[in-house]
């Protein structure tokens, strides 16, 4: 697997065209041979409007690459958005944090340093920075809630480089992180999964769970199950997204991607409402609540592949995740709902490579008689045990996947200890 794909967890969004004063204004229209004057609205994008118009570093304009001292050094004043995302880029990064009082920071290989040549940000000097690549709608939504997810794009058209943005209010003043997001969408082989993933998207029906903590790659993942199934399959595919993650292309399949915010008002509503549009697939980009569990199943249970995502450490916690979201007098009507319904949970996390980059360790659970036997019975507790004991069904532990990376000399056992469940069996996995 190239180290590259897991460097590339990332989301992103259709961007909104940010409010640029004057000058700007009539740079980017000179550039672009478009009018300005009349934005696109919120949350949409074409590509003769795109979020920001990332020119080549060295080139005139508000995305121009801010001119370094004798000492390689960029002055206060000279740095923008586009700049930095570009620099980033460049430096083969994943991430770009933004926070006064410090240097921008990169993301890369896992590890997090300062961007070379760049001095610490003054609180109004980030404010001003990040303010200029809002809309007055996103200022407004800032302003009221102190949040904001967005996304933009450098450049435009097919070659636009896409980013997906949340801009916070820390201690009074703004920060920032930035993912940049891949053009291309992975193949499950190349992300070194294991084969029963690429068997879990081949499904007519059920619920697919991807599990993991922030950016362990569930995205990447789930987007790599809808690539193969619009390649091999005439599917009618729904996405629900905050924001829109990976762009995806009619190939096979009719696919729709739907934003929550801009396209729709909630996870739950638009899953409700793709019920009554035929859909085939249902993306969910975020299980967050009771509401959208509830609705998750109901589209599993009658005839829908439904593919999630759920912040859980283990394929196996994630079953207590869903039921635990419910009162208690409708947590044993849940756990029959989840036993029939769940076809797989596949958990992941991304460890350093000795060969450099990230590779993915997972848990897979599939549903089999046992399985479904202890959902359905309230003994989650014992799943490991059929984890471990059923690989001929697909499934493993944590523990036996980074067993076998350390047995591959492809990552350090060390590192792997601090992930695992129990270090006993894992020395004893490691040595066989």
């Not at 407004?140 to 943005?165: H, I, T, Y």
């Not at 992180?177 to 053009?183: E, M, S, T």
């Not at 292309?249 to 929550?260: H, T």
């Amino acid at each position: 697997m190239g180290s590259r794909r897991w460097e590339d967890v990332r989301d992103d969004h259709a961007p909104a065209n940010p409010t640029l004063d004057a000058e700007a204004e009539a740079w980017l229209s000179e550039a672009l041979g478009t009018s300005t004057a009349a934005p696109a609205p919120a949350g949409r994008v074409t590509a003769e409007q795109p979020a920001m118009a990332a020119s080549p570093l060295g080139a005139t304009g508000p995305t121009a690459a801010p001119r370094a001292d004798d000492d390689g050094r960029v002055a206060a004043g000279q740095t923008t958005l586009a700049s930095l995302l570009q620099a980033a880029i460049e430096a083969d990064a994943s991430d770009l944090h933004l926070c006064a009082g410090l240097p921008p920071h990169v993301r890369t290989a896992g590890a997090l340093r300062p961007l070379a040549g760049h001095p610490p940000f003054g609180a109004d000097e980030l404010d001003r920075l990040l303010q200029a690549a809002l809309t007055p709608a996103q200022r407004a939504r800032l302003d009221a809630c102190g949040d904001l997810d967005l996304g933009m794009a450098l450049g435009k058209g097919v070659d636009a480089q896409r980013v997906r943005g949340a801009v916070f209010v820390e201690t009074g003043s703004l920060s920032a992180a930035f993912r940049v997001i891949p053009n291309v969408v992975p193949d499950l082989a190349e992300l070194g999964l294991p084969a029963v993933v690429d068997r879990l998207a081949d499904l007519p029906r059920g619920l697919v769970l991807v599990t993991g903590q922030t950016g362990s790659g569930k995205s990447t993942t789930l987007a790599a199950m809808v690539s193969k199934i619009n390649r091999q399959r005439s599917a009618h595919i729904i996405t629900v997204e905050d924001p829109i993650e990976y762009r995806h292309a009619p190939v096979r399949s009719v696919i729709q991607q739907r934003e929550v915010g801009a396209d729709t008002e909630s996870f739950a509503a638009a899953i409700r409402h793709a019920l009554r549009q035929d859909p085939d697939v249902i993306l969910i980009g975020e299980l967050r609540d009771l509401e959208t569990i509830r609705t998750a199943l109901t589209a599993a249970e009658t005839g829908h592949l439904v593919l999630a995502t759920l912040h859980s450490s283990d394929a196996t916690s994630a079953v207590n995740r869903v039921i635990d979201v419910f009162p208690g007098d409708q947590q044993s009507q849940i756990r029959s709902q989840l036993a029939l319904s769940l076809q797989g949970s596949i958990s992941q996390h991304l460890v350093p490579s000795l060969q450099g980059g990230r590779v993915v360790a997972t848990e897979v659970m599939t549903s089999n008689s046992a399985v479904r036997n202890l959902v359905r019975d309230d003994k989650v507790h014992l799943l490991r045990g059929v984890l471990e004991t059923s690989s001929d069904d697909g499934m493993h532990t944590l523990d036996q996947s980074l067993a076998s990376l350390v047995r591959q000399r492809r990552i350090d056992a060390d590192h792997a200890r601090r992930l695992v469940h129990d270090a006993g069996t894992f020395d004893e996995l490691v040595r066989r």
